[in-house]
């Protein structure tokens, strides 16, 4: 079977449209953000287009997916500072993407990945029961905007909070990893992820946060060993966590100096800002070269990362003809649906 003839994305009017309506008429995150800056192609398969690929699923992304629902169930009802038994929270199903083939062995993993989830959250909760029982929530799981250069800004925030009476705000992120050290701990504190929420809550409610918080919780890297029962398994994930809590839950504590975030805005978000105000222009005015560089362009640096390849790969290596593995989804930001207000 020949290629068709058109196999390649052209930024024809009807693309510059869908580019246009992609950074007026939907909200643009901090992922989105960062999306475009690593590579605008991607940018242009995931957020113009909407594409993703059909039943691609990541173990780690879906099991810190559970950690997140069952700690924001935590502090959304301020239960911190209780037992397990007094307000117990649930472990949430595994939510697999719509068309995921998924094996009897996918299925015995989600499994496992939930019980796993279950002993973690107990030890992280009673690890952080005393030292959580003054904190003062503010907002959890909750997604704060702005127009900023008529750009609607968008960014969900897990909490918010002050960490005792004594403290000012914080800007709380949840991090799921298989590996802390100083030296990712001492670059998270120049994260575009965290200065950007930060900015957000201050242009959004006024008020300057006295800084973020990372809430890290460590993924156990211990396997299930041969002949070894699963109860026996879990068990011994449960006992190393009771006698090593301080290396599986790190809290770093991140203090924004004087002028952070008005730096932040001058010299890192804005000429992010003015490449996407560039793309809500209409017309053929703009010149089709630099319209082209902002959105179209591809970093093959970004296909293969860490053990893993880009998503959208085929697309890039073999164009159009690839369509058909993917689908379109239906919201640009799925992660933006769910919004609890305390």
Partial sequence: MNPPKNNSFRLD???????RVAVTE?????????CRAACPRKWFYRYVLQLQKRGVYNWHFLYGDLLHKMLAALYL????????????????????????MLTPEDREQARMLRSIARITFKNYRDYYQTMDSGMAVKAVEKAFSCVYKGVLLVGKIDLVARPSMRDGIFIWDYK????????????????????????LYWKVTGEKPDGNYVNGILKTLLRLKKGET???YLDRINFDMIGNREKYFYRVRMPLGTGALERFQEEILDPHIDAICLMQQQGVDINTNVL????????????????SFCEFLPLCKDGRMMLPEYDIREQKHAELELDLDL
């Fill in 13 to 19: 009017e009807r693309t510059r449209e869908k580019i």
């Fill in 26 to 34: 939907a909200p643009v995150t901090q992922s989105e953000i960062m």
């Fill in 77 to 100: 009802n301020r239960q911190q500072g209780t037992t397990g038994k007094q307000y117990p929270i649930r472990t949430p199903e595994i939510e697999f993407p719509d068309g995921a």
């Fill in 176 to 199: 799921t990893t298989g590996m802390f050290n100083q030296y990712i701990l001492d670059a998270w504190s120049f994260r575009f992820q965290f200065l950007f929420y930060s900015w």
């Fill in 230 to 232: 699963e109860e026996a």
């Fill in 292 to 307: 082209a560089a902002v959105t179209m362009a591809m970093n093959t640096d970004e296909c293969h990362k860490y053990s």
